[in-house]
């Protein structure tokens, strides 16, 4: 076998004469499968960068949620039904039905779970809100 028919990846591939119609036709689909490829990475990119976003938002809101019902004294968390020591897991349950219900994040606020309105009575936020089921 003769050497010259041998193609290593590190030689320059033989020398080809092309007219400049040809050279600009794989130009431009060179620019544009570059492109294409530009884009691909950045729709990548884009969706790493929203599921970050969306993580930080709900450990937030579960923070706030916490929080708000630790506030609540032991007589209003007895009316409530739940106990101090369960509330990260009622608000994580409550967190867990809405993204599986797939329901927009603040379509029960914390307030209408913590502040019941008495019995037949309509609160203000049931008006806009209304009740969780159970």
């Known amino acids: 076998m003769k050497p010259e028919l041998i193609q290593s990846p590190y030689r320059a591939p033989p020398a080809v004469d092309l007219s400049t119609a040809e050279l600009d036709l794989h130009l ?16 990548i990119a884009a969706r790493g960068f929203k599921a970050l976003y969306r993580r930080f938002k709900q450990a937030r809101e579960r923070r706030v949620a916490i929080a ?20 990260p897991l009622i608000v994580e349950q409550l967190l867990k039905r809405r993204e599986a219900d797939g329901e927009p994040q603040r379509a ?27």
């Open 28 to 43: 431009r689909r060179a620019h544009r499968l570059r492109a294409l490829e530009f884009n691909r990475v950045l729709k």
């Open 68 to 87: 708000e019902l630790r506030r609540l004294d032991e007589r209003t968390l007895k009316d409530i039904g739940i106990e101090r020591s369960e509330i």
């Open 108 to 134: 029960y606020p914390l307030r209408a779970l913590v502040a019941p309105a008495a019995r037949g009575a309509v609160a203000e936020d049931d008006q806009c809100c209304p009740p969780l089921a159970a």
